[in-house]
């Protein structure tokens, strides 16, 4: 029972254009929520994150938004660049640590 | 560079071998996490340790499969007799503290060590 879902398993975007990644969680004490890059032969890298207590965070390029009554969270990319294709992972996180999606490959278009 | 460093990069076992992966956390950090990331699957929780104790081993195998983070030296995952289905990316994670802090501002990872058995 994935308590993490990310239902793209990828997403083509042109470059210059915003790239919208989606994840649902299903346990509603999760405190915390992040994002994780990684591209192929890598581990993954810290992107982005936002406490439950908020419903945007921004950093740069990068948005989080988090609706807490839908359990549904996403990031923005805005403009998305070539450097941005990877793997994006979702994760959830509390006492008891983090819980990560399956992931969604995000290909920039030239 | 004082990231989390796991050796080696790639491993190459036979079915029945035994594999040793081994992971050195961040300075300063304490808390050790193992994820494995099986082809088109998400990072699955395997293991949490802190110095010489496992603190939660929820998403081990029930067989083959240990973990150690000794008092001195790197966190070692060893998966005994090893199958085809091993066959995956193995990452460590090290942070500062588990739970909220540590959750917030996320895990360091490793680059992984590719196990591949043939």
């Known amino acids: 029972d994935q308590q993490v879902k990310q239902n793209s398993p990828s997403l083509s975007v042109q470059e210059g254009r915003i790239s919208i990644l989606n994840c649902d969680y299903t346990?509603?004490?999760?405190?915390?929520f992040l994002w994780y890059k990684k591209y192929p032969a890598e581990g993954p890298t810290f992107l982005i994150s936002?406490?439950?207590?908020?419903d945007k965070n921004e950093d740069g390029r990068f948005t989080v938004f988090l609706n807490k009554s839908a359990k549904h969270l996403s990031l923005h990319i805005v403009p998305s660049q070539p450097g941005d294709s990877a793997v994006y992972f979702c994760?959830?996180?509390?006492?008891?640590?983090?819980?990560f999606g399956k992931g969604t490959h995000l290909i920039i278009q030239p | 560079n004082a990231g989390v460093m796991q050796n080696p990069r790639h491993l190459v076992r036979r079915r029945g071998q035994e594999a040793r992966l081994r992971c050195s956390p961040m300075?300063?950090?304490?808390?050790v996490y193992w994820y494995r990331q099986l082809p088109e699957e998400g990072l699955k929780f395997m293991v949490y340790?802190?110095?010489?104790?496992?603190?939660?081993e929820s998403g081990m195998p029930k067989e083959r499969f240990s973990a150690e983070f000794p008092k001195e030296g790197p966190s070692i995952l060893r998966i005994q007799q090893v199958v085809r289905g091993d066959s995956a990316a193995y990452f460590c994670?090290?942070?500062?503290?588990?739970?909220?802090?540590?959750?917030?501002?996320?895990?360091?990872f490793g680059s992984g060590t590719r196990l591949t058995v043939v």
């Open positions: 994670a090290s942070s500062v503290r588990r739970g909220r802090q540590g959750t917030l501002y996320g895990y360091t």
């Open positions: 346990n509603s004490m999760f405190d915390y």
């Open positions: 936002i406490s439950s207590i908020k």
């Open positions: 994760a959830t996180g509390g006492a008891d640590g983090l819980t």
């Open positions: 300075k300063g950090h304490s808390h």
């Open positions: 340790l802190q110095k010489e104790n496992i603190i939660d």
